[in-house]
């Protein structure tokens, strides 16, 4: 269980770090807003879903 959601939060983190790197390059900004917001949500609904199983 721990292993599942150490992969959900590396890949968040390899998303986040690819979606700063389009806005810093100044790359499809509204997409990059998509995936800020879209990780967000995840880590929300991630650190949610591990409370429950602690």
Known sequence: MLSYYYSKI???AV???KA???EYYGLNIDRDVNAYTNVA???RTCSKRAVKVL
């Open 10 to 12: 590396s890949n968040m």
């Open 41 to 43: 949500r995840s880590v």
């Open 15 to 17: 998303s986040l770090v």
């Open 20 to 22: 700063y790197r389009k």
